[in-house]
């Protein structure tokens, strides 16, 4: 079954490439390496939530707004190399989360994309991991992912 496929049967939907806010590309091949930029969880280039953790956005829906990162961090990937089965091993994900100083919980926000990615790839899909709690993202956004994978 293709990667996509195993994304439908998720429910969910991998989306077009978002446009870049910058002067960088969403993502970039080097070597047998695909290293994206940070994506946001945006739905038809707009957040799908603002805000900090541990002031008004909450922890399931931090985990959700991961997921939707991952799934745009994917499709980054696709827009360099065409085709997700491409893909070998996902090598590293690191997420920052804006959050107070009193929200310790970054790791478990992140894990809404590391779960997607182990359900979407199974042992490809495990990874080597950064969680980071920031003081603010662009757009106030409440969580950013970035992806390393190795592809064929």
């Given at each position: ?102 929200f310790t919980a970054q790791p478990t926000v992140i894990n809404g994309a590391s ?21 603010s993202l662009p757009l106030d956004s409440p969580v950013e992912i970035e992806l ?5």
């Amino acid at each position: 079954m293709s990667v996509e496929q195993r994304i439908l049967d998720l429910g969910l939907e991998l989306p077009p490439v978002a446009t870049p806010a910058g002067s960088y590309l969403p993502a970039m091949v080097s070597g047998n390496l695909v290293f994206t930029s940070g994506q946001l969880p945006l739905v038809d280039g707009k957040l799908m939530a603002t805000g900090k953790l541990g002031a008004g956005v909450e922890l399931a829906e931090a985990r959700e707004l991961a997921a939707r990162c991952l799934l745009n961090a994917l499709a980054a990937v696709k827009g360099v190399i065409g085709n997700l089965d491409r893909i070998t091993k996902v090598v590293k994900v690191v997420g920052f989360v804006a959050s107070t100083k009193e929200f310790t919980a970054q790791p478990t926000v992140i894990n809404g994309a590391s779960e997607l990615l182990e359900s979407i790839f199974g042992e490809l899909g495990k990874h080597a991991r950064s969680a980071v709690g920031v003081a603010s993202l662009p757009l106030d956004s409440p969580v950013e992912i970035e992806l390393i994978v190795e592809f064929l």
